[in-house]
C-alpha cells in the first residue's frame, strides 16, 4: 500500500501562484514498486482529468492544455513531486489529486487538496 497525502492548495488570485506538494509514503517493497506519480484535477460538475505525470526517471507527460504554466518536479529520495503552477486562471478552480501508478497497474489516490482561483 502507497499512502499519498497532498499540501499547498488554496485561494489565490487570478495570475498568481501556488505550489502543491505530494508525499508518498509506505513500505520500501510498495515504493519501489511506484513508477509513476503525477496530478490530476476535477472541477465541478466535470471529470477528473490529467495535469501532468513524471516517471522514476523523469520523463513527464503534460496534458496539452497544462502545458507553459504548469511544472512538475519530484524529489525521489524524498518520495515527493511538486507542482509549480503560475498565471493561474479561474478556470485553473478544482480538487487537485496526486495519483501514484506502481508497474503492476496499481493505482493510488491522495485525498484531494482545493484550489480556488478568484478573478
Known amino acids: 500500500q502507497v499512502q499519498l497525502v497532498e499540501s499547498g492548495g488554496g485561494l489565490v488570485q487570478a495570475g498568481g501562484s501556488l505550489r502543491l506538494s505530494c508525499a508518498a509514503s509506505?513500505?520500501?517493497?510498495?515504493?519501489?514498486?511506484?513508477?509513476?506519480m503525477g496530478w490530476y484535477r476535477q472541477a465541478p460538475g466535470k471529470e477528473r482529468e490529467l495535469v501532468v505525470t513524471i516517471s522514476k526517471s523523469g520523463t513527464t507527460n503534460y496534458a496539452e492544455s497544462m502545458k507553459g504554466r504548469f511544472t512538475i518536479s519530484s524529489d525521489n529520495a524524498k518520495n515527493t513531486v511538486y507542482l509549480q503552477m503560475n498565471s493561474l486562471k479561474s478556470e485553473d478552480t478544482a480538487v487537485y489529486y496526486c495519483?501514484?501508478?506502481?508497474?503492476?497497474?496499481?493505482?493510488?489516490w491522495g485525498q484531494g487538496t482545493q484550489v480556488t482561483v478568484s478573478a
Open positions: 509506505g513500505s520500501p517493497s510498495s515504493i519501489n514498486r511506484v513508477g509513476w
Open positions: 495519483n501514484a501508478k506502481t508497474y503492476y497497474a496499481d493505482d493510488y
